[in-house]
């Protein structure tokens, strides 16, 4: 809410306008420069929490790997340096490889729709597989009602 001032001024109605007129500019540009300046803060304050965050995670796992213990001191303060490298080999790359398509195809197997398809496919394979043994079947009893004749 704006409070409109309307003070009796000596002078001119034009004069007593540009003067209120530049008060609300200089009051505006306060209200942006504190805008700009608590976005500032807060930007800083994230970096250091993400900078802060990220050198305990470090730390953590560095303290899991033994890497800060009194005869590694050196090798910890080079990696705090450099930072964690990973280094992989090519069996690990293929087993992780592996391990992704088969999350991928489990996953892709608990999908409702695969799993009707499934079902409706080994449906029709066990139709298909009775309609084998009703036609061996049929052929059997077909022979054992009408036995061939003796002198053939």
Known sequence: ???????????????????????????????????????????????????????????SRQKKSGLLSGKNGALANQLKKVGEVKVSSPEARKSGEIEMYQRTSRLYNQLAEVKIRNEEKTRQETYAKNREKAKEFQKVVILLQCPPAPWS
């Open 1 to 59: 809410v704006m409070l409109l001032e309307f003070a009796a001024t000596p002078g001119s109605l034009q004069k007593s306008f540009l003067q209120r007129k530049q008060n609300f500019i200089q009051e505006s540009l306060k209200r942006v420069e504190a805008i700009k300046n608590k976005e500032r803060e807060n930007e800083k304050l994230e970096a250091r929490k993400l900078r802060g965050g990220k050198s305990e995670n470090l730390r």
